[in-house]
């Protein structure tokens, strides 16, 4: 099912930017749907974004869409999650998954300043 390794995470100043990556490895790259999810401390795993095999087929999140941007780049087999205009919020983990497979990264971290 291979894997997924998420990077980037970091402390933001509220309203900046950050893009996470998620290097994939071991399946046929190209042809996989893959999102993004994150999870707030006691709070439910949910969906961010989803980027599928065609490059301008995405979906995302009612709270993502018009400040998150998920692209891909098939060559360096990576996800990139881009984000901007962030809100204060407790640290948050963003992982990435490949879809209709149970392939999880370990997840990157993402807490905005209050």
């Known amino acids: 099912q291979g894997h997924l390794v998420e990077s980037g995470g970091g402390l933001v100043q509220p309203g900046g930017s950050l893009t996470l990556s998620c290097v994939a490895a071991?399946?046929?790259?190209?042809?996989?749907?893959v999102q993004w999810f994150r999870q707030a401390p006691g709070k439910e795993r949910e969906h961010v974004a989803t980027?599928?095999?065609?490059?301008?087929?995405?979906d995302y999140s009612a709270s993502a869409k018009g400040r998150f941007t998920i692209s891909r780049d098939n060559r360096k087999e990576t996800v990139y999650l881009q984000m901007t205009n962030l809100k204060p919020a407790a640290p948050a983990v963003y992982s990435c998954?490949?879809?209709?497979?149970?392939?999880w990264g370990q997840g990157t971290q993402v807490p905005v300043a209050s």
């Open positions: 071991g399946f046929t790259f190209g042809g996989a749907a």
């Open positions: 998954h490949r879809l209709n497979y149970d392939t």
């Open positions: 980027i599928y095999s065609t490059h301008t087929l995405t």
